[in-house]
Nanobody
Framework: EVQLVESGGGLVQTGGSLRLSCAAS????????VAWFRQAPGKEREALACISSGNRSTYSSNSMKGRFTISGDTAKNTVYLQMTSLKPEDTAVYYCAANSAPACIWYEGTLFGEYDYWGQGTQVTVSS
């Protein structure tokens, strides 16, 4: 089964940028729909963006469009989340997860599907 490892988190000032990486092993990232989520203390987990297998279609939360971009690199077996114009409210642990079903199912702001494979998370802290 696929294993996922996130990296790229850290401390950044308001308005800064970070690129998170989700490196896959034990499987080919192209075979899965891969999504990025985040969870801040005391808050529910939030889906941010998703990239489908095959045609690599991408979907993003409306609240993140224009700031967060998901992409995939087949050669590196890695999915990225580019984050710009960061705000203190973006502070959270960011996770990537994979779904054996190939397509992202995003409907009215909700990401559906069983994301069975999760990384350990990477902390992003945005200072004001």
């Amino acid at each position: 089964e696929v294993q996922l490892v996130e990296s790229g988190g850290g401390l950044v000032q308001t308005g800064g940028s970070l690129r998170l990486s989700c490196a896959a092993s034990g499987g080919t990232v192209d075979d899965y729909a891969v999504a990025w989520f985040r969870q801040a203390p005391g808050k529910e987990r939030e889906a941010l963006a998703c990239i489908s297998s095959g045609n690599r279609s991408t979907y993003s939360s409306n609240s993140m469009k224009g700031r967060f971009t998901i992409s995939g690199d087949t050669a590196k077996n890695t999915v990225y989340l580019q984050m710009t114009s960061l705000k203190p409210e973006d502070t959270a642990v960011y996770y990537c997860a994979a779904n054996s079903a190939p397509a992202c199912i995003w409907y009215e702001g909700t990401l559906f599907g069983e994301y069975d494979y999760w990384g350990q998370g990477t902390q992003v802290t945005v200072s004001s």
